[in-house]
């Protein structure tokens, strides 16, 4: 079971980067995605999430707007696409994924998600 990051790189301020996240092992085409990130001194943000294949997004404050999550069952990948990048939004980068519906509505469950990636850093310049 696994879930590989790429996409991650260097990016100027108001910039864009996508994020793909390629899971192997299983299928996570009826669970829950999600993308998290961790930056130095801070705790670990979840960003946005789907609690299944048919479900609507929920998006934390901070990335509304700007990023955009999605999934391709058929690839069995998930991406998170990233506009109008800010200094603040430098950190590691991490999927999430569940073979089962894992319910996200209000907020990103930290907690909930079986199988993580190993992350991918994305860091803005101002």
């Known amino acids: 079971v696994q879930l590989v990051e790429s996409g991650g790189g260097l990016v100027q301020s108001g910039?864009?980067?996508?994020?793909?996240?390629?899971a192997s092992g299983f299928t996570f085409d009826n669970g829950g995605i999600a993308w998290f990130r961790h930056a130095p001194g801070k705790e670990r943000e979840g960003l946005a999430c789907i609690t299944a294949?048919?479900?609507s997004?929920?998006?934390?404050d901070?990335?509304?707007g700007r990023f955009?999550?999605?999934?391709d069952n058929a690839e069995n990948t998930m991406?998170?696409?990233m506009n109008s990048l800010k200094p603040e939004d430098?950190?590691?980068?991490y999927c999430a994924?569940?073979?089962?519906?894992?319910?996200?509505?209000?907020?990103?469950?930290?907690?909930?998600?079986?199988n993580w990636g190993q992350g991918t850093q994305v860091t803005v310049s101002s």
Request: with cysteine; glycine share 4%; hydrophobic share 30%.
């Open 15 to 22: 910039g864009s980067l996508s994020l793909s996240c390629a």
């Open 53 to 55: 294949s048919d479900g």
């Open 57 to 60: 997004p929920f998006y934390t």
């Open 62 to 64: 901070s990335v509304k």
């Open 68 to 71: 955009t999550i999605s999934r």
């Open 79 to 81: 991406y998170l696409q």
């Open 90 to 93: 430098t950190a590691t980068y």
């Open 97 to 114: 994924a569940d073979e089962v519906p894992t319910l996200c509505i209000e907020d990103v469950p930290l907690y909930d998600y079986d």
